[in-house]
């Protein structure tokens, strides 16, 4: 059935209001880490927006070099946030860009040789990637809910009321909405409770004000890159741990469209993230990855059409043309945010917790697998200080729940499910253990 133009507006305009604060937030952070000043921030968040729809469309075009052909909407990556500023502020900002560069070429280089480790993703391990992903940002969307780590207001009565009021509307639009108004639950809920904000004054178009009505990106914006051996092996291993968490989104999202994924596809999907990467780099944004909250909303809304994602795709590239029009996206309260986020990334566990129904939990080795990895990936988001001391060539892979709960999976695989391939018997040895038997 042909879904007319506002429905599919709608829905590409829900998976935009789901990705953009997480996607806003890392240019945010980064920015103030490394100094840089106003001028310089409106043009990264707005580039940073645009990039995000392209590498978007690149991964939802499915062709013979590249794309994995599912719905999947891309963002920068928080991995890389920790890394970028250590990099800025020790070797500057075009180290920064340079080092990008390099991880982008590397990982469509490697996404060949990269996808033939198939094997080590196992329901088991992906149901578990997908299931710590969920569990570790919960957290976030719960500080959002209180009005933002940080904020005065942290926690207080109305920042609750609006974060799970909007999370309330959204389960109760979800109950009782029929069809298409059941599938934009979530953008439903968004509007909602940004009108209740609205009536209480806890709205801020300031920022809408202050933006301009059109921006053209610039390659190279922040000079020439420069290229240097450790901020190069840093990206690197950021943009290998990004595929890693890629591979279990691409597999959840594959689960829900019915599509069974090969080595082929795989293979297409991070190289479509390799020149993501390599955008990023050339246009002065950062590292991307497929985002997960999309992927709860996919399952919440139960529409699986690709034809959505490249008009959310298009949605994010104008709103970075035209920073005015994205400003708008930022008047939206945290608690509201918050609120829908909560539900998004839940739908992320109850779907990784789905596909582990797959696994024979008979074998105490599988049950290991899933116990071990859950613990670590909500360990290390718990407990953030927990490898503080270890040196801080590491910290990309210990700082985050998501890293280590999705390599503790794959490791304990390999060490319990793994194994060699029996030696083939030769006629000769066969019919001698036939006599000696």
């Known amino acids: 059935m042909q879904m007319s133009k506002a429905k599919s507006l709608s829905l590409g305009l829900q998976h935009v209001l789901a990705m953009y604060a997480g996607a806003v937030i890392v240019p945010l952070i980064i920015g103030a880490g490394i100094g840089l000043s106003n001028a310089q921030l409106t043009y990264l968040i707005a580039i940073d927006i645009m990039m995000c729809g392209v590498a978007s469309i690149l991964q939802v075009w499915k062709n013979k070099f590249s794309g994995i052909g599912l719905p999947v909407v891309l963002g920068c990556t928080f991995t890389a946030v920790g890394p970028i500023i250590a990099i800025g502020n020790s070797y500057g900002i075009e180290a920064v860009y340079g080092s990008i560069l390099v991880s982008g070429l590397v990982v469509v280089i490697i996404a060949k040789y990269f996808s033939k480790m198939i094997r080590f993703f196992p329901p088991v391990v992906t149901g578990s990637v997908v299931a710590v992903i969920g569990i570790t940002l919960i957290p976030v969307a719960m500080n959002d809910l209180a009005g933002g780590q940080g904020s005065e207001d942290f926690g207080s009565p109305m920042n609750l009321a609006i974060g799970f009021g909007t999370l309330f509307a959204i389960l109760m639009i979800f109950k009782f909405g029929r069809g298409f108004i059941k599938s934009i639950a979530i953008l439903i809920g968004i509007l909602l409770g940004t009108g209740v904000s609205a009536f209480f004054g806890l709205v801020d178009f300031s920022a809408v004000g202050e933006s301009s009505w059109f921006h053209l990106p610039q390659v190279f914006y922040f000079g020439v890159p420069e290229f240097h051996l450790t901020p190069i092996l840093t990206m690197i291993l950021v943009a290998i741990v990004s595929l890693v968490e890629s591979t279990g989104v691409y597999f959840a999202l594959g689960d829900i469209s019915d599509k069974e994924l090969d080595e082929d596809d795989l293979k297409r999907g991070y190289r479509a993230e390799g020149l993501a990467i390599l955008f990023g780099g050339l246009f002065n944004s950062f590292p991307y990855t497929t985002f ?21 795709g298009g949605m994010l590239v104008l709103l970075g043309l035209v920073p005015k029009i994205g400003a708008l996206t930022l008047a939206i309260p945290t608690p509201v945010l918050g609120g829908a986020m909560v539900a998004m990334f839940g739908m992320v566990i109850s779907y990784g917790i789905k596909m582990l129904s797959n696994v024979d939990f008979e074998k105490q080795e599988n049950l290991m697998i899933v116990a071990i990895s859950l613990g670590m990936g909500l360990g290390v988001t718990a407990v953030p200080e927990l490898f503080a001391a270890l040196p801080a060539g590491i910290s990309v892979l210990t700082d985050s729940g998501i890293v280590m709960g999705s390599l503790t999976a794959i490791i304990l695989n390999i060490v319990f499910n793994i194994r060699k391939a029996p030696a083939v018997k030769t006629d000769k040895v066969a019919r001698e253990q036939q006599v000696t038997g």
């Open 292 to 312: 997960s909250q999309n992927v709860g909303l996919v399952q919440l809304s139960g529409v699986r059409s690709n034809h959505i994602i490249y008009i959310a």
